[in-house]
């Protein structure tokens, strides 16, 4: 599935992803490909974001720090404050705070 993260300030990720899992406002949630449409409002803390081996964020320009673990280099976290996912048609795009 393709994920795009936009803040008030620019898209600071957009690549195919395998996973993605959000702070919803309901509890925790993770989409995978080929989710139901789905719009959600998110609270504060992490997007938890799987690469497939080898992937990596289509806009690198941007100088927006990731969270990584040492030994998941295909794991990124990014900290929001909240937003909004709307995931539809095998695309997410967040609107995080």
Same mark, same amino acid.
């Given at each position: 599935?393709?994920?795009?993260?936009?803040?008030?300030? @620019?898209?600071?990720?957009? @690549?195919?992803?395998?996973?993605?899992?959000?702070? =919803?406002?309901? =509890?925790?949630?993770?989409?995978?490909? +080929?989710?139901?449409?789905?719009?959600?409002?998110?609270?504060?803390?992490?997007?938890?974001?799987? &690469?497939?081996? =080898?992937?990596? +964020?289509?806009?690198?320009?941007?100088?927006?720090?990731?969270?990584?673990?040492?030994?998941?280099?295909?794991? &990124?976290?990014? @900290?929001?404050?909240?937003?909004?996912?709307?995931?539809?048609? +095998?695309? @997410?795009?967040?609107?995080?705070?």
């Amino acid at each position: 599935m393709y994920l795009e993260i936009v803040t008030p300030e @620019a898209v600071v990720f957009k @690549a195919e992803v395998e996973a993605v899992r959000v702070p =919803g406002s309901e =509890g925790e949630f993770q989409m995978l490909n +080929n989710h139901a449409p789905i719009v959600s409002t998110l609270v504060e803390g992490e997007v938890k974001i799987n &690469l497939p081996a =080898g992937g990596k +964020n289509e806009d690198e320009s941007k100088k927006v720090k990731f969270r990584t673990e040492t030994n998941k280099p295909n794991v &990124l976290y990014f @900290a929001i404050k909240g937003g909004v996912i709307e995931m539809k048609d +095998n695309k @997410a795009i967040i609107l995080a705070d």
